[in-house]
């Protein structure tokens, strides 16, 4: 296994309207576009999967349950201005599960892609 790159991969229900979001939205570049079954983007070290519902891993298990986005994990992307970021974000249409919470060890929110799957973007305190 590679200790490089982090795969991550999260099914969606549109692959191109994936890419466009994490390019544009979170600064992810795009590796390979296999729409309307797969892309892969990639941000550092995290390499982001975007399976779509034709894709290998969006067929159905033997119980008959397909996989499907959406759920509670989430990849979690550190920010130095928090607030700076979610003002970006609104004007530019994006939707947050929640508001801006704060504990003792920084700030977080939840972004939704157009899949319904989460972004956690988050601030460590003292930046």
Not at 17 to 30: Q, V
Not at 50 to 65: H, I, K, N, T, V
């Amino acid at each position: 296994m590679s200790e490089v790159t982090v795969n991550v991969r999260y099914m969606v229900d549109d692959v191109e309207a994936a890419i466009e979001w994490y390019t544009k939205h979170l600064g992810f570049s795009l590796l390979s576009n296999h729409a309307p079954a797969f892309a892969d983007v990639k941000r550092g070290a995290l390499r982001l999967l975007l399976s779509g519902p034709l894709s290998s891993a969006g067929r159905p298990m033997p119980d008959g349950e397909r996989p499907a986005p959406g759920g509670w994990n989430r990849i979690h992307l550190i920010v130095d201005d928090l607030a700076a970021e979610v003002a970006r974000l609104q004007a530019a249409g994006a939707k947050f599960r929640n508001d801006m919470v704060t504990g003792p060890g920084g700030s977080q929110i939840l972004l939704i892609d157009p899949s319904g799957n989460f972004v956690e973007l988050f601030q460590p305190a003292g930046r």
